[in-house]
């Protein structure tokens, strides 16, 4: 066994921790939020790399990223191909939406002379939960 392996697997464990914990949230929540879990699970693993596994998830498809109030949130994704979510700004709760169709897209753009690289659709708002707790304040 040489001087790599125990890292490589304590970084496989950690990535197979901070993975489960994500699975687990049914919002998004931040690097901070998914550190505290694991922390208070009684799992050592330290904040920098919190970040760099929900990154790492992000651009790899296993997770979504959207940024709410200058802060960063991830879930874990539950489909596979390219979706989109209502999300709420005050609890993270996310509900995955089928957009308008890809030719309502194109041909939007197109009509103000853009030709579609990309695009990302999220729609940001208070869940009924939280829209009934604002009203009863």
């Known amino acids: 066994m040489t001087a790599e392996e125990p890292k490589k697997t ?32 009684g799992h050592t693993v330290g904040l920098a790399t919190v970040y760099r596994q929900l990154n790492a998830l992000s651009e790899s498809g296993g997770a979504d990223s959207i940024t709410i109030a200058e802060k960063q949130l991830f879930r874990a994704c539950a489909q596979d191909e390219h979706h989109h ?39 940001f708002g208070l869940c009924a939960e939280c829209s009934a707790l604002a009203k009863n304040r």
């Open 85 to 123: 979510h209502l999300v709420c700004e005050n609890c993270g709760k996310a509900v995955e939406i089928e957009p308008p169709s890809e030719d309502w897209i194109t041909t939007t753009a197109q009509s103000h002379g853009f030709e579609v690289t990309r695009h990302v659709f999220e729609i």
């Open 10 to 41: 304590r970084s496989t464990a950690q990535k197979a921790v901070i993975s489960s914990a994500l699975e687990s949230e049914k919002r998004f929540v931040s690097a901070q939020q998914l550190h505290r879990t694991l922390e208070d699970q």
